[in-house]
């Protein structure tokens, strides 16, 4: 059956030029009418679309069911239930945020819509051209962290994965490089990274995507969860910070609390007997504590747990 399903993901038909450019056409058209309204009016319809894609939306609720059941066995099917239906309301304000962000958000009335905790010590770090590795999880609205910073003039680098629509991808990527935040394509980011570094940048990564059999398993809610090699062998090869970020909605506001979780510095694995593993333990684990405050943001509909250890796979 798997094997089919590949099969036909690779047959599958591409689209042509012309009917991306039509979907792109239609976005605009669609984004006019949404741009009509004030981002309060959109956030509460958001909620609306968010309830209807968890009762319509029925592989993406039952692997949210399942991911949260497994993540909090303590808690009772009526807690699962409204905390993943309230996660497919906050995915659908995500985007809302997406679009309006920069249409609302400057460096004049920045403290209208977001408050900030334990940041002072990566503000200085990022003044004094220290490069650093700022990581988020899918958690709440953790695009507009990027988007802050580079409003005030960080020098920050986000590494983005490229639509295969590439009208609307070029819009998309617009919107988040309005204010001077800068994106790179995933695919030969690697190339750019050692100049990023040597120039003192940020780079930021979102770091909690299965990473397939190759990655490093590290615990995640009482579980095994592969998780990208790359940000550890990048901290321990520069020797460079990393700052766990963290943005939390408030209620269904266009309002937002940002704090740096962590910042874990070179000197705290030098003496580890596998630095590698322990990096990637530490911030997953502080991804975790900053679910846990609020379980209703974190994007429990994705396939984080999707790849196993090979003895549990044999099992």
Known sequence: MAEELRRRKRHKRKKTVIEHWLLYVLLRIVLFVVFLFKVETMLK???????????????????????????????DDEWI??????????????????LYTPRLVNRDNWEEFSTYSNIEQTKWLMQ??????????????????????????????????????????????????????KLIDKKGASEQMESIIADGATLCFIADQDAGKKGVFVDFFGRKASTYKSIGLMAIQHNLPVGIGVSRRVENKFLFEIEIARLIFPEEWKDKENPLEWITQEYTKEFEESIRKDPTQYWWLHRRWKSQPRQRREK
């Open 128 to 181: 004094a051209r220290q490069p650093l590795l700022l990581i988020a999880a899918h958690y709440g609205s953790f695009e507009i962290m990027g988007y802050m910073l580079s409003v005030f003039g960080f020098d920050i680098y986000s590494i983005a994965r490229p639509l295969d629509n590439k009208f609307i991808n070029k819009y998309l990527y617009g919107i988040r490089q309005k204010k001077g935040q």
């Open 81 to 98: 239930e409204q905390t993943g239906k309230r996660s497919f309301e906050q995915l659908m304000m995500f985007l809302v945020d997406l």
């Open 45 to 75: 319809f958001a909620c609306f679309l968010g309830r209807g894609l968890w009762t319509h939306y029925g592989r993406g609720r039952e692997r949210a069911l399942a991911n949260l059941k497994a993540s909090f066995p303590e808690k």
